[in-house]
């Protein structure tokens, strides 16, 4: 059953409201602006009806700081009063009344406005159930996109195996533990974390636009031949841009944009493709960097053998103020626990 407050300082309209009203619905009441308050700490509403005029507070007045409260804002509220001014019932309803009833209720009439109200208010919470449904289905579409563009990388070049699955794993594990020590508190929200996680995954989508010949190539890579491995940087930050557009979440494709075009930059400001240096770098980048280079280390490539971890790890411990920022080298040495399993 519905529950429906009435905020009323007249015993007598308080009285003639909640016999017309408690047949249908769950009637609670309260006598002052004050008192209504105190109230909605304690108990959420499905409809609430204020008298225009209570002896501590104008009923608009009153509305307008309940709709303020996140958690109240969209209660419903029906305006009661004595005046039948259609300037005032204009005003009302201006200012976020669903409805505007004049004193003395017909009952019918109360009714019907009130069920009208509830049966809207149906509505709309059925409907925002149904969009928060297709957000999700979206949302679940990226993912799949996220998947398909990295083992389309994966597929190319065997010798990176699990690379990006890897690398994806670091970065979550890194920036969780940053936000424990305190790091970047006012970048570090949930919604980043889960943007630079879902993120992750397509930091080398420009190795797309990469030879097999380069790609794949078992020797050293001639300096012509690694100019155009760098520019798997810059071609991936080119692809995000255009292929995702329109993608929901803004904040996660800026996210990937920066992490697949600047992972390659260097704390000192000597790494590709721009050179950039310190805070400069997206701190998506930044993180994914550590990660990046560690995997590349314990892994075995068609070029090279697989580092042991000690030696790995004392890369990047090394790379501290240099190549990495100090702050991530140490979180992600104090994750090495983590980082092994």
Same mark, same amino acid.
């Given at each position: 059953?519905?529950?429906?407050?009435?905020? /009323?300082?007249?015993?007598?309209?308080?009285?003639?409201?909640?016999?017309?009203?408690?047949?249908?619905?769950?009637?609670?009441?309260?006598?002052?602006?004050?008192?209504?308050?105190? @109230?909605?700490? =304690?108990?959420?509403?499905?409809?609430?009806?204020?008298?225009? +005029?209570?002896?501590?507070?104008?009923?608009?007045?009153?509305?307008?700081?309940?709709?303020?409260?996140?958690?109240?804002?969209?209660?419903?509220?029906?305006?009661?009063? /004595?005046?039948?001014?259609?300037?005032?019932?204009?005003? &009302?309803?201006? =200012?976020?009344?669903? $409805? @505007? *009833?004049?004193?003395? @209720? *017909?009952?019918?009439?109360?009714?019907?406005?009130?069920?009208?109200?509830?049966?809207?208010?149906?509505?709309?919470?059925?409907?925002?159930?149904?969009?928060?449904? =297709?957000?999700?289905?979206?949302?679940?579409?990226?993912?799949?996109?996220?998947l398909s563009f990295a083992n389309i990388i994966e597929s190319r070049d065997d010798s990176t195996g699990q690379h990006v699955k890897r690398t994806s794993a670091f970065v979550k594990s890194v920036v969780y533990a940053m936000k424990k020590h305190g790091y970047y508190t006012d970048i570090l929200s949930n919604q980043y974390i889960e943007s630079i996680c879902q993120s992750a995954p397509l930091h080398d989508i420009g190795?797309?636009?990469?030879? $097999?010949?380069?790609? &794949?190539?078992?020797?050293?890579?001639?300096?012509?031949? #690694?100019?155009?491995?760098?520019? +798997?940087?810059?071609?991936?930050?080119?692809?995000?841009?255009?292929?995702?557009?329109?993608?929901?979440?803004?904040?996660?494709?800026?996210? %990937?944009?920066?992490?697949?075009?600047?992972?390659?930059?260097?704390?000192?400001?000597?790494?590709?493709?721009?050179?950039?240096?310190?805070?400069?770098?997206?701190? &998506? %980048?930044?993180?994914? %960097?550590?990660? $990046?280079?560690?995997?590349?280390?314990?892994?075995?490539?068609? @070029?090279?053998?697989?580092?042991?971890?000690?030696? %790995?790890?004392?890369?990047?411990?090394?790379?501290?103020?240099?190549? #990495?920022?100090?702050? *991530?080298?140490?979180?992600?040495?104090?994750?090495?626990?983590? *980082?092994? $399993?």
């Open positions: 059953m519905k529950r429906i407050l009435i905020a /009323d300082s007249s015993k007598v309209n308080l009285t003639i409201a909640r016999q017309t009203l408690s047949a249908d619905y769950i009637t609670d009441w309260t006598m002052s602006g004050s008192e209504t308050m105190r @109230y909605l700490i =304690k108990v959420l509403p499905d409809l609430i009806l204020i008298d225009l +005029h209570l002896p501590d507070i104008n009923g608009i007045e009153l509305m307008q700081q309940i709709h303020s409260i996140p958690s109240l804002s969209k209660t419903p509220v029906m305006i009661l009063s /004595d005046s039948s001014s259609k300037e005032t019932e204009i005003e &009302c309803i201006e =200012k976020g009344a669903a $409805d @505007y *009833i004049s004193k003395p @209720y *017909i009952k019918k009439i109360m009714l019907g406005r009130i069920a009208r109200i509830l049966e809207l208010e149906d509505y709309r919470k059925n409907l925002e159930d149904v969009i928060k449904s =297709k957000t999700r289905q979206i949302e679940h579409m990226q993912n799949k996109i996220i190795k797309i636009s990469i030879s $097999d010949t380069i790609l &794949c190539k078992p020797g050293k890579l001639t300096p012509e031949e #690694f100019e155009i491995m760098k520019s +798997h940087t810059t071609a991936g930050g080119k692809i995000l841009s255009e292929t995702l557009t329109g993608i929901e979440g803004e904040n996660y494709l800026m996210l %990937a944009k920066d992490m697949a075009m600047y992972h390659h930059e260097k704390w000192n400001g000597t790494g590709y493709p721009k050179g950039l240096s310190g805070q400069d770098i997206p701190l &998506c %980048a930044r993180i994914m %960097a550590v990660a $990046d280079v560690f995997d590349a280390l314990i892994s075995k490539r068609c @070029y090279k053998e697989a580092m042991p971890l000690d030696k %790995a790890f004392a890369i990047i411990s090394e790379s501290k103020g240099t190549q #990495f920022e100090p702050c *991530i080298v140490d979180t992600f040495l104090d994750i090495r626990p983590e *980082i092994e $399993d």
